[in-house]
């Protein structure tokens, strides 16, 4: 995952110019253990989670990006915090490539029981190198 501060500086000023007041940024948020991400996360109800998994084996070039098989899964990733903030409202992010293995997503909404907003490729790169974003929620 990219840790570039200048990324999340631009994040949060985003944030503040539509008048959101951005909750903190967390790195490896996943790894922290249920007291830890509570603590951070505290009263907020409404949290948002970009997920940018290492695609390792589940990126494909005539396949695609399988979800399911980066590591760890983007399913076991969701899984993870779902458990740690039951009682939060969470929007999640999740880095994708053009080329996805569509199965994946349906199946990654299906078994958590989540909703897919939306999803989107940023354009105005090399075809096979354009990278995107999806939203589903709980």
Same mark, same amino acid.
């Given at each position: 995952?990219?840790?570039?501060?200048?990324?999340?500086?631009?994040?949060?000023?985003?944030?503040?110019?539509?008048?959101?007041?951005?909750?903190?940024?967390?790195?490896?948020?996943?790894?922290?253990?249920?007291?830890?991400?509570?603590?951070?996360?505290?009263?907020?109800?409404?949290?948002?989670?970009?997920?940018?998994?290492?695609?390792?084996?589940?990126?494909?070039?005539? +396949?695609?990006?399988?979800?399911? +098989?980066?590591?760890?899964?983007?399913?076991?990733?969701?899984?993870?915090?779902?458990?740690?903030?039951? +009682?939060?409202?969470?929007?999640?992010?999740?880095?994708?490539?053009?080329?996805?293995?569509?199965?994946?997503?349906?199946?990654?909404?299906?078994?958590?029981?989540?909703?897919?907003?939306?999803? +989107?490729?940023?354009?105005?790169?090399?075809?096979?190198?354009?990278?995107?974003?999806?939203?589903?929620?709980?």
């Amino acid at each position: 995952s990219d840790k570039n501060p200048n990324i999340y500086a631009t994040l949060k000023e985003n944030f503040t110019t539509l008048g959101v007041k951005p909750s903190p940024f967390l790195f490896g948020g996943d790894l922290m253990t249920n007291e830890r991400l509570a603590a951070i996360v505290g009263d907020y109800q409404n949290v948002v989670i970009f997920i940018d998994a290492p695609w390792g084996e589940g990126f494909d070039p005539k +396949k695609g990006l399988d979800l399911k +098989k980066t590591r760890p899964g983007v399913d076991s990733i969701i899984s993870n915090f779902k458990g740690k903030l039951p +009682k939060k409202n969470i929007l999640f992010i999740i880095k994708t490539h053009e080329q996805l293995v569509e199965a994946s997503i349906d199946e990654i909404v299906a078994e958590g029981n989540l909703k897919k907003i939306s999803q +989107k490729m940023l354009s105005g790169t090399e075809k096979g190198s354009n990278i995107g974003y999806l939203s589903i929620t709980n």
